[in-house]
């Protein structure tokens, strides 16, 4: 499908004339720094080619009406502007209707409704971010059609603020952040504290960044996300005790060393010795990339994964099973989890020649492991969230 085929769908569900705009948010791969974002670490996702679309137009009345062509038999759903409730029947809508309720607190209050149809080909529980894609998507669209007065950083605040809120995943702010402010061929050294960022040049003209999604998401991934917030949110009060530091980002690997022991619980102290770990990764990271040293970039990544493994906790068999074969694919630059964890993707990074093999030994090993067909995604680097008619 594309943005033509979805405005022939909203003029089949919602009638056709009227001022009628079309709206593209991408997803987003984050290649280094992951789960440190909500501890004001550094980042370096991008946004992808792939993402969600949007047909809206504005409405004279207070009802919002709502389709997504990916989920067909769920319907239209219809709410209002008197009525911003996180409710189960809402299903995926309660995403968009999060992002016009945190307008509302933060401000910006919508004063009529509106007709939004959606299609995404970020695939559904992946941790490529179809959540804050479809936020970020939606804040795009009612500011323009509504004329708000927003920058694209504000709107990623809109939407983590949303996803924290009103729908209860206590997530940093990075996946709305690369949503919003991509840029082509560049990925965001974004330094989660105070939003400060600089974009890095990812041109690799002989690799290739290929994405595996395992198909598989374990039900566990949104309690135990917030699980980890908890955990290092309690590891810095005791670092706090003899320390001043108002993040676990602010500690090198050598003062963690030397002030971790006030962490009194172990699985606590592992939680934040990843956080300060990763964080320090990734700023390494970046350097070795500005210095076309995309060996040492890769040897990171494999450590990244290795951390959110056996330290923080967050990837499963089946991911950890594609990892492993991974590295041991020749041509294989790096590769690790990504995203949020408990099933998902995989980011790797390989050699063009070597992309092929990589994923028919992938695949095939995969396949006789757990009887699963793997997903690859040779991604190209875009543009963040826009109109586009």
Sequence with gaps: MNE????????????????????????????IGEHTDYNGGHVFPCALTIGTYAVVRKREDRVIKLYSANIEHVGVIESSLDDLTNKDEYHWANYPLGVVWALKEKGSEI???????????????????????????????????????????????????????????????????????GQKDHAIFLDCADLSYKYASVKLPNAKIVITNSKVKHSLVDSAYNDRRNECSQALKDLQTVCGINELGELTNEEFEKYGSA????????????????????ITAVEALNNNDIKKFGE???????????????????????????????????????????????VAIVENDAVENFKEVVGKAYKEKYDLDAEFYVVDIGDGARRIA
């Design 263 to 282: 962490i009194k619980d172990e699985v606590n102290y592992r939680r934040a010795k990843h956080a300060v770990a990763e964080n320090q990764r990734t």
């Design 4 to 31: 033509k085929e979805l405005k022939v769908i909203f003029e089949e569900k919602f009638g056709e004339g009227g001022d009628i705009r079309t709206y593209f948010a991408p997803g987003r791969v984050n290649l």
């Design 300 to 346: 990171l990544m494999n450590a990244s994964h290795v951390s959110l493994r056996d330290d923080y906790e967050v990837s499963c068999e089946e991911v950890d099973f594609l990892v492993e074969t991974e590295w041991s694919v020749p041509g294989v630059i790096g590769a690790r989890i990504t995203g949020g964890g408990f099933g998902g993707c995989t």
């Design 111 to 181: 004063k009529s409704g509106f007709e939004m149809c959606v299609w995404g080909n970020i695939p559904n529980g992946s941790g490529l971010s179809s959540s804050a894609s479809l936020e970020v998507l939606t804040g795009t669209a009612l500011t323009d059609i509504f004329g708000l007065d927003k920058t694209m950083t504000e709107l990623a605040l809109i939407g983590q603020y949303s996803e924290n809120n009103f729908n209860g995943c206590n997530c940093g702010i990075m996946d709305q952040f690369a949503v919003a402010m």
